[in-house]
């Protein structure tokens, strides 16, 4: 059973074939990062008229790489929000033009959820109810996953998410757009216990999450280091090293991401742990989850690398988990949502009989 999926929340214009849920036939990436780069964050609409440039030829290069036709399709899946409007239109829309033309019915996807399901694309997949912490650009969930179509937030970030302080610290740091691979990168070597930043904790039953205190914190240092640079040279170079810098800011954020979702995941003691979204590339925070997994005895499972990040094969998988569920499909009348709290959306859902 082939699903194709379409994937245009923000700055990846992206279409995929999956096979049954869980082999990727097609994967294809049309990346704006190199367009957006030179404005140090993603522009909307300068986003959403990429997307409309990339969205029928990436469909197309989907399903010849997959060689599948149209008709081989069981359905369409389409990521309808939560994201940039207009960014999500394109996709929305050019799925709704697939699903019309063909009569393949079609699947509207909860980003946040997307990026969870990537998790069935390696092997051996989760199998829920689990914990999973999605961490991207735009979101720091802690989400209890009764099953792919019934969601429980257990704690949010309250303003900036993990993605979004990698991305604000790495820009004031001079490394450059997007921020957390950079700043994974660069904190290679560099030493994590060298400058303490704080750490938000609402306390005990409390999993929300803060990061503009550890980003403010974070850019602070670096005012005070760059009067230091425009005083004394000399004494900057001693005091400041960019590796020491990002190991011990990606340091604070990961023990926060970590602690948290390991207080969460203590109520469900037999359920596994799931990593998801942009973040979860981020290679101390894989190791340190791991460790912490071990420490607790909990079964960890994080998505392929390759797959953190948007795409469009997680949207796929998504897709068929929905119709595997018996999940309704869309109508004509599906629009595109910026903000949809991922348990809102699983309660709208409806099934066929
Ligand atoms: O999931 P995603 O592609 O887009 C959203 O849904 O937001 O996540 C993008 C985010 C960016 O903030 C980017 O800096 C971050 O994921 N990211 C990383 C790493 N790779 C991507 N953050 C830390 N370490 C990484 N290796
Ligand atoms: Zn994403």
Redesign the pocket.
């Known amino acids: 059973m082939y699903i194709l999926g379409i994937e245009s929340?923000?700055d990846?214009t992206a279409a995929a074939v999956i096979k049954d849920g869980r082999t990727i036939c097609s994967n294809i990436i049309a990346s704006q990062i190199d367009i957006h780069r030179v404005y140090g964050g993603v522009v909307p609409e300068i986003a959403s008229r990429h997307h409309l440039n990339n969205i029928l030829p990436v469909v197309a290069s989907s399903l010849e790489t997959a060689k599948v036709e149209l008709c081989d399709l069981a359905g369409i899946s389409v990521t309808f929000g939560p994201g940039l409007v207009g960014a999500l239109l394109v996709g929305v829309a050019a799925a709704k033009g697939l699903a019309l033309t063909t009569g393949l019915p079609l699947y509207p996807v909860h980003?946040i959820a997307a990026?969870i399901a990537a998790n069935f694309l390696s092997d051996p997949a989760p199998q829920p109810p689990f914990v999973s912490l999605v961490v991207?650009?735009?979101?720091s969930h802690i989400i209890r996953v009764k099953s792919m179509t019934d969601y429980e937030i257990l704690g949010s970030t309250r303003d900036d998410?993990a993605?979004?302080a990698?991305?604000k610290v790495a820009r004031a740091v001079g490394l450059g757009y997007?921020?957390?691979?950079l700043?994974?990168r660069a904190s290679e070597g560099g030493n994590p216990q060298a400058i303490h930043f704080p750490e938000t904790d609402f306390g005990a039953g409390e999993f929300d999450y803060s990061f503009s205190g550890v980003k403010t914190a974070a850019l602070n240092y670096l005012n005070q280091m760059e009067q230091y640079r425009r005083r004394d040279p000399e004494m900057y170079q001693q005091y400041f090293t960019l590796s020491d810098f990002c190991a011990s800011f990606q340091y604070a954020v990961n023990h926060a991401l970590i602690r948290q979702l390991m207080e969460a995941a203590a109520e469900f003691p037999n359920e596994s742990i799931v990593l998801a979204?942009?973040?979860a590339?981020?290679?101390s925070?894989r190791a340190d989850l791991a460790e912490a997994c071990d420490r607790a005895g909990r079964q960890l499972f994080c998505p392929p690398l390759e797959l953190?990040?948007?795409n469009a094969a997680m949207v796929a998988a998504l897709g068929y988990q929905l119709a595997k569920a018996g999940v309704s499909p869309a109508t004509g009348q599906l629009d595109a949502v910026a903000g949809l709290p991922i348990d809102r959306w699983s309660k709208q859902l409806s099934y066929i009989n």
């Open positions: 929340s923000c990846e980003h990026h991207s650009g735009g979101h998410a993605g979004e990698f991305d997007p921020g957390g691979p700043i994974d979204g942009g973040v590339a981020n290679r925070l953190c990040t948007d």
